[in-house]
């Protein structure tokens, strides 16, 4: 059993900046890639942004220049960094890990997601 935990979602005003970090626990063989995803009301879940194991970031174009995703191996922990935030950047923000776990078993596991709220 995988278990990920965010921390890190609040209220801010636009412009402002939030840091997302999201622990992975569990029976871990090994971590792939991680990421960040989001969902706003009435709307589809999307990726934020994720990286691989070996440091390689990809980025939504809607928070290219604005967030910044890095992970720490050793601890199983990935980060975001949310700069200039925007009123549409609301969300319920969820991290994703592609593990594979000690009796080799691949699965993607998620965690239960923090609120972002950004005022204007």
């Known amino acids: 059993q995988v278990q990920l935990v965010e921390s890190g979602g609040g209220l801010v005003q636009a412009g402002g900046s939030l840091r997302l970090s999201c622990a992975a626990s569990?029976?871990?063989?090994?971590?792939?890639?991680m990421g960040w995803y989001r969902q706003a009301p009435e709307n589809e879940r999307e990726l934020v942004a994720s990286?691989?194991?070996?440091?390689?970031?990809n980025y939504a174009d809607s928070v290219k220049g604005r967030f910044t995703i890095s992970r720490d191996n050793a601890k199983n922990t990935v980060y975001l960094q949310m700069n200039s935030l925007k009123p549409e950047d609301t969300a319920v923000y969820y991290c994703?890990?592609?593990?594979?776990?000690?009796?080799?078993?691949?699965?993607?596991?998620w965690g239960q997601g923090t609120q972002v709220t950004v005022s204007s």
């Open positions: 569990g029976a871990i063989f090994s971590i792939n890639t």
């Open positions: 990286i691989t194991s070996g440091g390689r970031a």
């Open positions: 994703n890990a592609d593990v594979l776990t000690i009796s080799t078993m691949r699965q993607t596991s």
